[in-house]
């Protein structure tokens, strides 16, 4: 079975790489097409013709053509074509073996340098004080905040303030105070959702000065949310690792001026758990795991420890299968995924996004913004002014939806409509 | 709103200084803490008691859409579709839009957002039959996309909106009400027609064009006198169209002394009043001819363009080729705009000839070009091949026949396909957009493979990738 044009669009670098695909696809002439179990392949004649080859197990691609994009539209237009009809199946030439072999030959482990352990102590406890101190800074400033009033706010001053904590190292910090002032003037609501911001930010300051007292996994978590990152390695060692058939259903990607940066939400068959798995990309590079939203890969997952582990990286990949079926696994009404929202929260109070896969749910607007019923009626608000591909989808019967939930409304990442997987992010 | 830590935290502990959340909430912040903690830690509390304790309402559900009677189009056909919307392909979208309805299929929903959202009007009403039930269901949601909703508008809004609607409303309004009951629309004109500004009873006054009778007589022989310029251009074309009414009559009588075919050669002769009369004025003959044109020759040909062309087979004896083969420069304008009022294939045929053979002028390629579209479609195809063959002749026929509806006929996409080599550049962008797909792998067999020029090399990807593009388009609607 093949993947589908949405899957294949999902890994466009940018808007244009998309169409420039799209249109390679229907419009050029292709010769030398061709498929095997390991990869796809073909020539794309245009000004000058392009060798472009696709490995199927992790869909990375290579092209003689000279774009600094990743995948290429060359690679992309090849995906389309073998979205809509299986390509010629053949034996692979040597340009695409020779690429396939150097891919799979292992490759020399890097060398780590061994850590001189004192120096590696000198530095992390020069470090802890330096946040500290950086957290002094927060409580006075929150206390200001605080004592003048939020009417009195100064939007300039979250910047200020996320600068301090940045040169503190405490990353984590920085971005969630930079997060709440761009809340500030937004929405009519906006003082009650800058106090609830607020108030879990002190929360945080506040128990990261006891973290001795607290649990070792919720000491991981405030670490993370701090910003103490983790090295992949210390993320295999420490965290859980769960083999499974995860179904990926819904992704989310954004895009700064130089980053580019995508959540995806994974559901384990067997293990019932949800994974989130964030990716980085510089400019038009790959993301360094292709994780097609609707399909699933069987794969080891390695969890970032914690009270209610959710972060998670593709530890080993074994196989990819274009669909994850025609249901989506999730909950039946909004009363029991909330209820295991509660338990989440109170495991890690600061969790700001759950996913929240709901099914045979009806999507329809109102005067008060887009909603999202369930099957005993219950309504769950949406976040978001631009729903309407799902409302076309749905027609205003039950489809299944997946969504990030923020503790006030749900954000729909994709659907299932009559068996078909749809995402729903802004077309590419 | 009862929130008091929400105000508190509004007015700043230095003015709110217990702030408080509730006895529960307010039990867990520790004693020592300052005023500006308490209210931070409240806060925080709150929220996360605030996220695990959300309590969705119910509410009942709208109206779901009618069951669909069409079949939805393939995946492919949705994928081509898709890209076409949002690369904005004008004419691929409209082919694709009547191609579906050919197939007796509609969209899939996912695209209907994006189709809803078209502004342009041919789309529109090219999209109306492939929305399906859905598309009409959605267009009933929201305000820019009602023109899909479907619903014949109640006779109170159609009066409504004739009071207080844009002139653009307005004139929609009254071309769907002239569709469905002429006289119906026409009354409404009427009601209103003394106190309208003379540009908008122009716009109006066009509307009548659609389902035109001789019911509409006596209201458009009283605008003969109307106060307006353009009211008084467009009436008599109007009146004309009526095969028995007074002013169809009149011309005829004027036209009776008005040619003459010359004893001793193929040619015709023309007769006019040395005075224009007044009468003549009244049913649409200006007087003052625009820069460059004699009086005369302009009333001539005026008259003409007003006269049923059938009528001078009867008058004077002769076949349309006869007729065009001696007619000078006026009186092929003027039998030219008759035509093009008339809609009459056979003289099309006759006068595109007659132009041909004409001396070249603006005139001519303009009355070329407007005739094309009238001709039979084998009769059109017959004289492009020969014109598309003489280098001199291409540029003309390529201007003419990109005023013919798309898609062409096959046998005039192959006979073009044929001219393709040596045709020029202007005839292949032209040809790949319009031909019929029986054509294409002909067009795509005489396309060079590489050009030297790099701008020309352009040109040749763009004509063959409109031609794949088109080509799997049909493909995967008459499979």
Known sequence: ?428 | MTDALLRAALAGTAREPMPSAGAALDALVPREASAEQRLLLLAGARAVARRAGFRPPALPLPEPAPEDALPVCSPKAAELISWFLSAEEHDLLLEAFKALRAARQRLRPELLPAALSLRDEELREALLPVLGARGAWLGKLREDWSWAAGVAPAETTDLLVWEVGSHAERFALLRSLRAQRPDAARQLLESTWKNEKADRRALFLTALQIGLSAADESFLEAALDDRSVDVRALTPRLLARLPGSALTRRMESRAATLLRAAPEASRLEVSLPAELDAAWERDGVLRKPPQGMGARSFWLIQTLSLIRPQFWEQQLGQDPADVAAGADEDLLQGLTGAVLLFEDARWAAALFDALLAAPKSDFQRAGLRELLPLLEPAEAGKRLEQLLKKPHEALPAVEAMAALPAPWSDQLSLQVARALPGGGWDLLALAVMRASPKAFAAMENVLPPFDEQPSNQRLLDRARETLRLRGSLHQELHP
Not at chain 1, 15 to 25: E, F, Q, S, V, Y
């Open chain 1, 1 to 428: 079975m093949a993947l589908t044009v949405d899957q294949v669009l999902a890994l466009a670098p940018d808007p244009a790489a998309a169409a420039a695909g799209r249109k390679l696809a229907s419009g050029s002439s292709w010769q030398s097409l061709g498929e095997s179990s390991a990869a796809y392949w073909g020539e794309c004649r245009g000004s000058a013709v392009y060798q472009v080859r696709v490995d199927r197990g992790d869909l990375a691609s290579k092209c003689s053509c000279p774009s600094r994009k990743f995948p290429c539209k060359h690679a992309l237009g090849l995906l389309l074509l073998a979205a809509g009809k299986p390509l010629p199946e053949t034996a692979a030439p040597q340009w695409v073996s020779e690429w396939l072999e150097k891919r799979n030959a292992p490759k020399p482990m890097a060398k780590a340098g061994t850590p001189d352990p004192q120096a590696q102590a000198k530095r992390s406890e020069k470090r802890a004080e330096r946040v500290l101190a950086g957290l002094d800074l927060l409580d006075l400033w929150l206390a200001d905040l605080a004592r003048a009033g939020l009417a009195t706010l100064d939007e300039s001053s979250f910047a200020r303030m996320a600068a301090r904590l940045v040169d503190a190292q405490a990353s984590g910090l920085a971005s969630r105070v930079r997060r709440i002032g761009e809340l500030v003037g937004g929405a009519p609501s906006w003082p009650s959702l800058v106090l609830d911001e607020l108030g879990l930010l002190a929360l945080l300051s506040h128990a990261f000065r006891r973290l001795e007292s607290l649990d070792a996994p919720l000491r991981n978590d405030l670490r993370q949310m701090i910003g103490f990152t983790m090295e992949k390695e210390e993320v295999v060692a420490a965290g859980d690792r769960v083999l499974d058939a995860w179904a990926v259903i819904g992704q989310q990607a954004y895009e700064d001026e130089r980053f580019r940066s995508q959540r995806t939400w994974l559901h384990g068959a067997q293990s019932k758990r949800t994974a989130l798995v964030l990716q980085f990309a510089a400019g038009r590079a790959a993301f360094p795991e292709a994780l097609l939203p609707g399909s699933r890969i069987d794969a080891e997952l390695a969890f970032w420890p914690g009270a209610n582990p959710q972060r998670a990286m593709i530890f080993e990949r074994h196989a990819v299968h274009p669909s994850f079926g025609d249901r989506l696994p999730g909950f039946d009404d909004a009363e029991s995924f909330l209820s295991e929202a509660a338990n989440a929260l109170s495991r890690q109070p600061w969790l700001d996004r759950l996913c929240c896969p709901l099914r045979a749910a009806v999507p329809f607007s109102s005067q008060d913004g887009f909603l999202l019923r369930d099957a005993k009626g219950a309504v769950l608000p949406l976040s978001g002014l631009d729903h309407w591909k799902l409302l076309a989808l749905s027609g205003g019967r039950p489809v299944d939806v997946a969504g990030e939930w923020d503790g006030r409304r749900l954000y729909p990442l994709s659907a299932i409509a009559n068996g078909g997987f749809h995402s729903l992010r802004s077309e590419t």
